[in-house]
């Protein structure tokens, strides 16, 4: 059957196991995201959150399962193609051009969808860029260089994002600004797969919770639910 936004989800994962060399790192891997849903996985570094993120993009190859994005199989493909589905990833590094400008990062990524961001506005989207649009990367903060990371990735057009600890080493007013652009993003209407350790930034952003441990779903929590039983999660996390 085709697929149908109303009720299928947007992106489905299902039995998803991956591996670095012969160290399985991923077991049955499965949840799902539905269109305009901003999902959380949480977890404890090592847990395989950032490898769930990097097999949905194909990045890690030495993977087996099922990926469906708008009921297409992504198995398979390579990272461009699942690219120009209308998928886009902001690596936990960032990945921003330390040598260029803010403008300049902002041009470099290449238009996939129609609908992208432009230049303008994601300037205005983002004041703090705005203000440093002649800066080289390295002369912005650790703050300043997430939002970029984030910014590059609003003009190809792609309307599922996959952030990858988007608050991690951050002061704690800057995580409050990126959890208000995050939130900002998601009234926009897209569509939101985030990696987080931060369990209040989590909260604070998030429809549902994945939780991962030792690369498998071990529980999965509406924001409501986690509100009643944070106990619950943090035993998972450690805090």
């Known amino acids: 059957m085709p697929f149908d936004a109303r009720t299928d989800p947007l992106l489905k994962v299902e039995n998803l196991r ?12 499965s949840f799902d995201v539905a269109q305009g849903e901003l999902v959380t996985l949480i977890g404890r570094n090592g847990a395989g959150k950032s490898t769930t ?4 993009m194909g990045i890690v190859r030495n993977r087996k399962g099922s990926i469906l994005f708008e009921g297409q ?45 432009s230049d303008a506005t994601l300037l205005e989207t983002f004041p703090n860029l705005k203000a440093r649009a002649t800066s080289r990367g390295t002369q912005l903060s650790g703050g300043e260089q997430q939002m970029l990371a984030i910014a590059r990735i609003l003009r190809n057009g792609c309307r599922f994002l996959l952030l990858d600890e988007p608050s991690e080493g951050l002061a704690p007013v800057v995580v409050k600004e990126i959890g208000r652009q995050i939130r900002l993003l998601k009234e926009q209407g897209y569509t939101i797969l985030l990696v987080e350790q931060n369990l209040n930034f989590a909260r604070s952003v998030a429809d549902r919770h994945v939780v991962i441990e030792n690369g498998a779903v071990v529980d999965t929590l509406t924001n409501d639910e986690l509100a009643v039983d944070l106990d619950r999660v943090k035993t998972y996390l450690g805090v």
């Not at 591996?19 to 891997?29: E, I, K, M, R």
């Not at 993120?53 to 949905?56: A, D, E, K, T």
């Not at 992504?74 to 400008?101: H, N, V």
Request: with cysteine.
């Open 18 to 29: 991956a591996w670095y060399g012969d160290s399985q790192a991923l077991h049955d891997v």
């Open 53 to 56: 993120l990097r097999s949905i």
């Open 73 to 117: 199989e992504l198995m398979g493909k390579r990272t461009y193609q699942i690219a120009r589905k209308g998928i886009a990833w902001c690596p936990e590094e960032r990945g921003i051009f330390a040598d260029l400008s803010v403008r300049e990062n902002l041009t470099l990524p290449p238009i996939l969808k129609p609908g992208g961001m």
